[in-house]
Every structure is written in structure tokens, then in C-alpha cells.
């Protein structure tokens, strides 16, 4: 039997999620729950050739082979699976429940 996720909260940074998520959004995250289609992730992306790249939220729109294939809102910002193929699933991190209301935003 599974244990209860992990609840956090995740930050986002760049525009690669606009206009569903955008720069400084906190977004409520469960850590340890199965990837879901159709759900917003946070996901690591593969290293790039100047090293690694930044934990990201994408879409996940299907299962790829032995991964997910991971999309972004913005096609002009950011890193998809267009660019460097489907996610494996260890790398699917999160799944996103909610973006907090700007109101519980930190000051």
C-alpha cells in the first residue's frame, strides 16, 4: 500500500506555462502520486548541452514508450518534449493540485 503524498508547493519561474501559469504563480504539488494525462506536472527535464536544466511544470499528454510525453503552453519559451523527447517516468516529479490564490502569496 502507497503512503500519502508529499504535499509542497512549487514556484514558478519563466514563461514557457503562459498563459496558464505564470512567473511568481505558487502552484500546490503532491510528490509520490502516479503521472495523470491531462495534468500539469513538475517534471526534471533531460541535461542540455550546457548541463542541466531547471525542474520545470509541463503538461502531460501521454504515455511515450516507458515515459510521458511533456508539453508547454508558450511555444515560443521554454523546453518540451518536442525538443528532447519523452520524459522518463523517475523524472515525473509532482503532480500539480492547484495554483494558491495571489492573496496567500509570500510578501
Do not use: C, F, Q
Request: net charge positive.
Amino acid at each position: 500500500m502507497r503512503g500519502l503524498p508529499r504535499i509542497g508547493v512549487a514556484v514558478v519561474r519563466g514563461r514557457s506555462m503562459e498563459p496558464t501559469y505564470a512567473e511568481g504563480d505558487r502552484l500546490l504539488v503532491a510528490y509520490g502520486v502516479r503521472p495523470a494525462p491531462g495534468r500539469a506536472h513538475v517534471i526534471r527535464l533531460p541535461d542540455g548541452p550546457d548541463g542541466p536544466r531547471p525542474i520545470a511544470v509541463k503538461w502531460l499528454t501521454r504515455r511515450e514508450g516507458d515515459g510521458w510525453w511533456a508539453e508547454r503552453d508558450n511555444p515560443a519559451e521554454g523546453i518540451d518534449s518536442w525538443l528532447v523527447g519523452a520524459i522518463p517516468e523517475h523524472d515525473v516529479l509532482a503532480r500539480v493540485l492547484l495554483r494558491l490564490p495571489r492573496s496567500l502569496r509570500a510578501r
